[in-house]
């Protein structure tokens, strides 16, 4: 197969947009994409301050390269959630270093368990009732959150790409969770003045895509999945849509974009929730809807145990 | 390691290698068809031979040793 582009043997088909491309060619029309993203949704201008989270994967530390080469001054936040099962933690961080190093970019670590006391999988253990990937999901927003603000970021960029989107949406319209699929957006505006707006510049590429681009720039990224994920609903609802893809290419695109643009003409309702204003957590002082103490807070309290912040690791 | 479609004999077959498996595989066919063959998803993987990236519609023969790489990782 050859480059619709320039003629020579392409490494990737993309068949939902009928294009082949050559390396040079690829590695050109993947930044277009996202700069395309970063416009359509007004995600971000240059000159804003952005903090990209960064796990190691191939997803976030593709976006962190996609945005240095497109000159946005973007820093990384690693956090590292204290999952010892194969160093997994410790292994990604490696990986985010040497990535940084490599690029010369700036980017800070959060340890939870040095900051809070507790790894995710500890604390989990003693919070029943909530499952790991929910601990770490919350974990992760309060402190991608946190040191956004305090680090004068007005922008929070992570790299959900379009088949984790499209996997959320399923779930959700499985569930028909109407206030997450009202949330599910590809830029969530700052409601509050210690929030960051959260934007996703990778929504419009395929996971296919972000790993060809990772093994092309020859970024070296953790390669296994996390051993709390491996099981999670998540890879099956992206083996379904995958099944679909199969039969009908552009079948996750056509359901994600679509699913948007409905968004935008107004055919989907805020939910009454949506309106409900705002406080501040009587600890930690970040955004909650409901009084008292945030989600993140009520979650350290655990026999007694309260979040003890000993200080940010930067790099 | 495990070894899949392995119809014995001598002649040299198509190896398949994903995370820790390996199957190999007789005749000439597309990638596309062998990962099919071996049970994965075309859009789930993408494929390298020699160390380069290829298109699935690209044939493998038996000198071939085809390393599919999963696109879904890390989290």
């Known amino acids: 197969m050859k480059c619709k582009k320039c003629g020579t043997t392409a490494v990737i088909n993309m068949r939902q947009h009928r294009l082949a491309l050559c390396q040079h060619c690829f590695l050109e029309w ?14 971000f201008v240059p000159g804003e301050r952005v903090l990209v989270a960064v796990s190691g994967g191939k997803d976030s530390l593709s976006l962190w390269d996609i945005l240095l080469r497109l000159g946005y001054p973007v820093d990384g936040l690693y956090i590292n959630l204290g999952i010892a099962d194969g160093n997994y933690s410790d292994v990604s961080q490696q990986k985010v270093e040497r990535f940084a190093a490599k690029q010369g970019a700036q980017f800070r670590v959060v340890n939870v368990a040095t900051e809070y006391g507790l790894s995710i999988p500890e604390v989990s253990r003693r919070k029943r009732g909530r499952s790991t990937c929910s601990t770490c999901g919350l974990v992760k927003r309060h402190i991608m959150n946190q040191v956004a603000c305090e680090g004068g970021y007005g922008v929070l960029a992570t790299g959900h790409n379009l088949d984790d989107e499209a996997a959320t949406l399923f779930q959700n319209t499985l569930h028909w969770a109407t206030g997450y699929l009202w949330r599910q957006a590809p830029v969530l505006p700052a409601s509050h003045p210690r929030l960051a707006r959260k934007v996703k510049p990778l929504i419009r590429l395929y996971e296919r895509e972000m790993a060809a681009y990772a093994l092309l720039r020859g970024i070296d990224y953790i390669y296994e999945e996390c051993p709390y994920s491996r099981r ?14 199969e039969t009908s290419p552009g079948a996750k695109e056509m359901f994600y974009l679509s699913f948007l643009q409905a968004r935008q003409e107004g055919r989907l309702l805020p939910p009454e929730r ?3 204003k705002m406080g501040e957590c009587q600890r930690c002082g970040q955004p909650t809807t409901v009084p008292d103490l945030c989600a993140f807070c009520r979650l350290w309290d655990v026999e007694g145990i309260e979040p003890q912040r000993h200080g940010e690791t930067q790099v | ?5 392995n119809h014995g004999g001598v002649l040299p077959q198509m190896k398949i290698i994903y995370r820790d498996k390996v199957w190999e595989l007789k005749g000439n066919m597309t990638v596309r068809d062998a990962i099919k063959k071996v049970g994965l998803h075309p859009e789930a993987v993408l494929a390298m031979r020699d160390g380069e990236l290829i298109t699935d519609d690209v044939t493998a023969g038996p000198d071939d040793t085809i390393k599919l790489i999963a696109v879904v990782s890390g989290g």
């Open chain 1, 274 to 276: 949506s309106q409900v």
């Open chain 1, 232 to 245: 999670a609903t998540t890879l099956f609802y992206k083996e379904l849509l995958n099944q679909l893809e």
């Open chain 1, 30 to 43: 993947v930044p277009q994409q996202v700069q395309r993203a970063v416009e359509k949704f007004e995600m």
């Open chain 2, 1 to 5: 390691m495990l070894l899949e479609y």
